[in-house]
């Protein structure tokens, strides 16, 4: 049995109104979905166009607004079409809309009538047939309120009209906004300014670190031309800035193609994200990549001339890098990132600069952080640059400099030594000195000649080969040296010069360098010339000797009274008062230290007198003097020997003591019987040497007596000869006489 015809009826309106109600819920829920869809496309389109966010970013944005109008749809439509509507809901409903049902709706929904006795279930059914009739009779369009619904449609209605009217009416500008949502596209959007920047491929630019990078901005003044362009950049530190361009002249359009912005960024040394407002158009995302600059370090292989004697290696270049003149030189160089091609640039001081030349570094088309460049050999100054180009596009240029140490002559310092400018035609020659070379020396050898004669050479008997350093000790025996043809005669002029010959070696130069030496020129002079010679230098020797002995007699006689006391001063060897004795100590105090003074000054020159000495005994035995061996003899053993002797021994012993002198003068307090003490030593020293040099001196003046004698019994022999001459020419005279 189905149920009574007056439920029925209630079920039916019911019905109805829950038909009408999802379908309201439809409408709308769609329509907000599609206002929610356009306002969506239509803010991704702005945000697009304002702000031109990398394509990642448009994605985001895009898969946001989906999730936004998948949110309205399912709140919208989807929850609140499929949400339960029970009887008693939409009973609730109905009596709060229309109050004439007076609860009848909500009793007929709410009582179960099975439960009922028969008169419960006949008022029941009274009841539901007094609702159905109420709202059979009551406009259910009242139950709705038609605005929403309304303002979504039209809503709706907007949104897809202002969606359609765009893309008919600028399909290529919705294809744009579309294809750059879907990162199908980065092509930018129109403006009505167009703005470009140098330099930027791709949006990314590379600079080198530290470096100032000026930045072009190019407005097309076919186009709106801003007023301002604006920089704002952020870097990788975290530092954020924006500049005002600096507009370079005004464009004229029609005239100009492009009006100038510029900005210098100094000194940059991060990377930095750039953007460019000028207008309505932006530069976004702009990457200005900072990396090092190329470096290198530099090594030179060195394969050395063969004279150099060098073993070949590599040096580190810090500078410029001296090298021997002829050294083959192959430049390595290791950089600090790869390097893509190195052109190489030469000045050389002895010619113009060369073309530049050009080394491909990447090796199978990939760039390699160093390079080897053959410089050749080094023949003269030479600069090489090196033009780095890295694989960033970043360029740096290196230099070396190369020194070419020309190997220098050999160095000559001869003299003579026991010889002066006089000399006898039988004399010997030492000459000593020095040769020095940098590489070393291949031979040395003298050169000789009488008055401007041709030269003569002569081979140096000491083995020079290869030596840095060569000490010179040779002796040239005149006689020996023109044995085969006319000795030099009294009167002519000797030159001797020394030379030497290094062992440089060049292609171009296969001779060695030559050098000499000071040029040693000789008087030659008879046995007697060379006697007074030598006789004069020995007075003036003698006359110094006797001013030396002066002058040591004076400073003995200095030291005599020496500590002694003043009539009245206390005489038990204590020590006297400061303010007496503070003069006298300071008086003695002078006295020592010029003692000791003049005691150095005088040894040096006994010495030098002995050295004089020794000298005109070794030119009397190198030139050979024929009477001079009594001389030599007397000169060496009785002179030059003993001032040794004095200088060396005596001196000494004497500067001794006036050492310990000086030490007790120099107390704060004197020492009556230690400054007699060593007074009467120092006196003691001191009459020792004078008396050791006046013996010197006596032997001087004996042998100026031995010398008178000699002179005249020279005179004696010499007259002797002349009357014996004279006799002769009168015999021969008589013998005429006779035979005519």
């Known amino acids: ?58 994605l985001l944005l895009v898969g946001a607004a989906l999730l936004f109008v998948l949110g309205v749809f399912y709140r919208r439509f989807v929850r609140r079409l499929f949400a339960r509507l029970a009887d008693r809901n939409l009973a609730l409903v109905l009596e709060r809309r229309f109050r004439t049902l007076n609860d009848a709706l909500l009793t007929s929904v709410d009582v179960d009538d099975r439960a009922l006795p028969d008169i419960g279930r006949s008022l029941l059914a009274e009841t539901r047939r007094a609702a159905a009739t109420k709202l059979h009779s009551t406009a259910l369009d009242r139950l709705f309120d038609p605005r929403p619904r309304r303002r979504a449609v039209a809503g709706a209605l907007l949104a897809a ?97 492009e009006q100038k912005f510029k900005h210098v960024l100094r000194g940059v040394s991060s990377s930095l994200t750039l953007d460019v407002f000028g207008g309505d158009a932006r530069l976004r995302s702009l990457r200005l990549r900072v990396v090092p600059r190329p470096q290198v370090k530099l090594r030179v292989a060195c394969k050395y001339p063969p004279y150099t004697r060098r073993a070949d290696g590599e040096l580190e270049v810090t500078g410029t890098l001296p090298l021997p003149q002829g050294t083959i030189v192959t430049v390595l160089a290791d950089a600090n990132k790869p390097l893509r091609r190195v052109e190489v640039g030469r000045a050389s001081a002895a010619a113009s600069a060369s073309p530049s030349t050009t080394i491909d570094v990447a090796s199978g088309g990939e760039p390699v952080p160093h390079f080897v460049y053959a410089a050749g050999r080094l023949d003269s100054d030479l600069r090489i640059t090196f033009d780095l180009h890295d694989a960033d596009g970043i360029d740096n240029r290196a230099a070396l400099s190369l020194q070419a140490v020309v190997d220098q002559p050999p160095s000559v310092q001869a003299t003579r030594k026991g010889v002066d400018l006089s000399v006898t035609p039988q004399a010997r020659l030492p000459i000593v000195g020095k040769i020095t070379d940098d590489y070393g020396l291949e031979r040395s050898w003298f050169e000789y000649g009488v008055d401007g004669a041709e ?16 000490a010179l000790a040779e002796t040239l025996d005149l006689p020996e040296l023109y044995k085969s043809t006319q000795p030099p005669a009294v009167g002519q002029m000797l030159s001797v010069v020394v030379k030497a010959q290094d062992a440089r070696s060049l292609p171009d130069v296969p001779q060695g360098n030559l050098a000499a030496g000071e040029v040693l020129t000789f008087t030659i002079v008879s046995d007697d010339e ?211």
């Not at 929610?36 to 697009?48: E, N, R, T, V, Y």
């Not at 009217?165 to 129109?190: K, S």
């Not at 030269?455 to 060569?470: D, I, M, Q, T």
């Open 1 to 58: 049995e189905g149920p009574a015809p007056e439920t029925r009826s209630l079920q039916s309106v019911l019905g109805t109104v829950r038909r009408r109600i999802r379908a309201y819920v439809a409408v709308e829920g769609a329509a907000a979905t599609v206002v929610a869809a356009g306002c969506g496309l239509f803010a991704l389109l702005g945000l697009d166009w304002l702000f031109e966010p990398p394509a990642p970013v448009r």
């Open 161 to 257: 009209g202002c969606t359609a009217v765009f893309a008919l009416n600028f399909p290529d500008l919705f294809r744009l906004g579309v294809d750059r949502l879907l990162a199908r596209t980065d092509e930018p959007w129109p403006r009505r300014t167009a703005l470009s920047i140098d330099g930027f491929v791709r949006g990314e630019r590379v600079v080198a670190e530290g470096a100032d990078v000026e930045l072009t901005v190019r407005a097309d003044t076919s186009k709106h031309v801003p007023r301002e362009v604006y920089l704002r950049y952020r870097s990788d530190d975290g530092v954020r800035d924006e500049q005002l361009m600096d507009q370079e002249g005004i464009a004229k359009p029609g005239v100009d193609v």
């Open 455 to 470: 030269l003569r050479e002569l081979a140096s008997k000491s083995p020079v080969e290869r030596s840095r350093e060569f």
């Open 530 to 740: 060379l006697l007074r010679l030598l006789e004069a230098r020995e007075i003036a020797l003698r006359e110094q000797f006797k001013a030396l002995i002066d002058k040591v007699t004076r400073d003995r006689d200095s030291l005599v009274g020496l500590g002694e006391k003043k009539p009245g001063a206390a005489t038990d060897g204590a020590a006297a008062p400061p303010a007496e004795d503070g003069p006298r100590f300071n008086r003695e105090k002078v006295t020592v230290d010029q003692a000791r003074s003049h005691g150095k000054e005088n040894r040096a020159e006994t010495l030098a007198v002995a050295a004089g000495f020794a000298a005109i005994v070794e030119e009397l035995e190198n030139n050979r003097v024929a009477s001079g061996e009594s001389l030599r003899s007397r000169l060496a053993n009785d002179v030059a020997a003993p001032l040794r002797r004095i200088g060396d021994e005596l001196f000494a012993d004497y500067e001794t003591r006036l050492t310990a002198l000086q030490r007790v003068v120099d107390r704060a307090t004197i020492d009556a019987p230690a400054l007699a003490t060593t007074r009467a030593e120092a006196l003691r020293s001191a009459d020792a040497v004078l008396v050791e040099m006046h013996v010197v001196l006596n032997k001087m003046l004996e042998l100026e007596n031995f010398k008178e004698a000699v002179d005249l019994l020279r005179s004696i022999i010499a007259m002797q000869r002349e009357i014996g001459e004279q006799t002769k020419k009168q015999r021969s005279n008589k013998l005429r006489l006779l035979q005519d």
